[in-house]
């Protein structure tokens, strides 16, 4: 959502005028969009923010603004202010869509601007984005969280849940189809609460959008366990461009871990759902986010998530050591598992979940995959690199340059985190 959301902050500096430059050192304007779902990231924004203070003292038009979810936290808006005063502009996630008026004002009364929201004024519609790619977009059907997982910081930096009307999505996925799309991602942070006009949920939706010509592949991420209602399930067998893929984060496979998460579902409850979507859908890919170490994690705890790994077979894994974010529930909870042993849990874990997915990517040798080539490898500049309806990663080889185009590629190898093959004729 970070990510397309920096699509629309480049198509709003696009409309007024500027273009994108190659490094800071001669940019006019640099903006950093912040993330706070792990703490490894508020630090790379600090490091990244310290690295451009050279930057505006060797040029102090050099224009610096900071954005995103850190800027709702309170806190972090104080030390920017204290340690930080050379930044001219700061806003939040609830009034991206103000940036040309607030940099309009830095420039012209040549001041510093500090604008962040509490709240959300609603869905703001027709904002202008420059797409990463010409043949698979982002496309927002919701924003903000009702959850509350109290390990979890969003709800309080992306607000309360708000829906945008179906026919908004709907025009903007026709819209992109005609421009030459041909995937999309839908995106939300519990994308399958969605809840638009007419009592149309997010089911419905995926029907809708199933329908529309020239858009050929449907993705969505993320979804709650505890909102993946059997319709949906259904979907994966009856919407044929649905992909065979669903990032289903599991956290913990503890019930009692889950339950001082506030996840709102049991580790029973997830083994089914898990079941019933390799029935609906044969060779469906489930990825999933595992925190290690949550406040009060036994051994035992532990072992009841290595156990839920060996049962669903996840294809793969964000991991997680837990760290606190300051605000959330779960910063003041006893039991803080030590250092020493969430690095030793995580190690284990890795071990399971690699050989799992190497497992799963070996079954693919020998299959013909239908490949969305994204272009060159980041890798190897020698290879195509695309992805297949299940999310697999394939770097292949081919005689002609398919970017941009659903190919098939001969799988002939595979790798713990990524296939390899050759185009066919």
């Known amino acids: 959502m970070n990510e397309r959301d920096s699509e629309t902050i480049a198509g709003l500096l ?28 508020d630090n790379r924004f600090f490091g990244a923010l310290g690295r ?8 102090p038009d050099f224009i610096v ?13 104080d030390k920017l202010k204290e340690k930080y005063p050379w930044v001219d502009l700061v806003f939040g996630t609830h009034n991206l869509h103000e940036l040309p008026k607030l940099l309009s004002s ?16 609603g869905t703001v519609e027709g904002l202008p984005a420059k797409r990463l790619h010409a043949f698979k977009a982002f496309v927002n059907i919701m924003f903000g969280c009702d ?54 949920g997010f089911t419905e939706l995926i029907y809708m959008l199933n329908e529309i010509d020239g858009i050929e592949r449907i993705r969505f991420t993320t979804s709650h366990p505890k909102d993946l209602s059997d319709g949906l399930i259904d979907a994966f067998s009856e919407c044929g461009k649905l992909c065979g893929h669903i990032h289903l984060p599991v956290q913990s496979g503890s019930s009692r871990i889950l339950e001082r998460m506030n996840r709102k579902y049991t580790k029973d ?15 469906i890919s489930i990825t999933t986010d595992i925190i290690v170490g949550f406040p009060g994690e036994t051994e035992e705890d532990f072992e009841e998530t290595l156990d839920v790994v060996r049962k669903v077979e996840f294809d793969s894994a964000f991991t997680f050591l837990y760290s606190i974010r300051r605000g959330t529930p779960a910063e003041k909870y006893e039991g803080q ?14 071990c399971l979940l690699n050989g799992i997915s190497a497992k799963k990517n070996k079954a693919y040798e020998g299959c013909t995959e239908k490949v969305l080539v994204e272009g060159r490898s980041k890798t190897n500049k020698d290879v195509y690199a695309g992805r297949t309806d299940s999310f697999k990663l394939v770097n292949f080889i081919s ?26 004729t």
Not at 17 to 39: H, K, L, P, Q
Not at 52 to 59: F, S
Not at 65 to 77: F, S
Not at 106 to 121: A, D, F, T, W
Request: net charge neutral; glycine share 8%.
């Open 14 to 41: 696009d409309e007024m005028g500027f273009c994108e430059g190659s490094e800071a050192d001669t940019a006019d304007i640099a903006i950093i969009n912040t993330c706070s779902v792990r703490e490894n990231a």
């Open 147 to 200: 959850n509350f997982c109290t390990y979890c910081i969003v709800p309080y930096t992306r607000g309360r849940e708000r829906s945008r009307q179906p026919e908004n999505i709907i025009s903007e996925v026709r819209s992109l189809a005609e421009s030459g799309v041909k995937e999309v991602t839908l995106l939300g942070q519990n994308v399958n609460s969605y809840r638009g006009a007419e009592k149309i």
């Open 337 to 350: 598992v030590p250092e020493e042993t969430k690095h030793e849990r995580f190690g284990r874990l890795i």
């Open 106 to 121: 830095v420039i012209s009364e040549k001041r510093k601007r500090i604008e962040v929201l509490e709240e959300s004024c």
């Open 65 to 77: 603004g900071v954005c995103g979810c850190m800027m709702q936290q309170q806190h972090v808006v």
């Open 269 to 283: 409850d997830y083994l089914e759902l898990s079941e019933k979507l390799r029935r609906s859908r044969r060779g």
């Open 52 to 59: 451009l203070k050279k930057a505006k003292e060797a040029r």
């Open 399 to 424: 005689g002609a340059d398919y970017t941009g185009e659903i190919t098939d590629v001969l799988i002939t190898g595979s790798k713990t985190f990524s296939l390899f093959g050759e185009k066919t």
